[in-house]
């Protein structure tokens, strides 16, 4: 009876310890899935603080975009403006250069006719 309680002592001794060994390892196994879960937060938090950060940026970019629309709108406007003014200037000044040049024609002709005249007027005294 003595070696069936030494067997039996036996028995659970090793059983115990196959249990606590098993134990250990199951809470290693728990320990380094709750430092991989925990690494993937941290991942995780520092993805979103980028997300966060590029999505301010994106929005400042939009709000530049809409406004450099904008001002580009009211330049493109003014441009169209003076433009068509400039065209003005250059039809009046080429129309004043052609009135002036058919003036000078005139007077040279005048001139010729005058001194024709005034010449004839002489030979007559």
């Not at 520092?46 to 940026?57: G, K, M, N, S, V």
């Not at 709108?73 to 250069?97: C, F, G, H, Q, W």
């Not at 000078?104 to 002489?122: F, G, I, P």
């Amino acid at each position: 009876e003595r070696e069936r309680e030494g067997g039996e002592q036996l028995v659970c001794y090793l059983a115990t310890t196959e249990m606590s060994q098993s134990g250990a390892a199951l809470q290693e196994y728990n320990n380094e899935l709750v430092k991989c879960i925990e690494d993937l937060c941290t991942k995780r938090d520092e993805l979103h603080r980028q997300i966060l950060i590029e999505e301010e940026e994106k929005s400042k970019i939009q709000h530049d975009i809409r406004i450099l629309t904008e001002r580009l709108a009211k330049v493109n406007e003014s441009l169209a403006k003076k433009m068509a003014a400039r065209n003005d200037y250059d039809r009046t000044v080429s129309e004043t250069e052609t009135a002036y040049m058919k003036i000078l024609d005139s007077s040279q002709s005048l001139l010729k006719v005058l001194k024709k005249e005034s010449s004839s007027l002489k030979q007559k005294q």
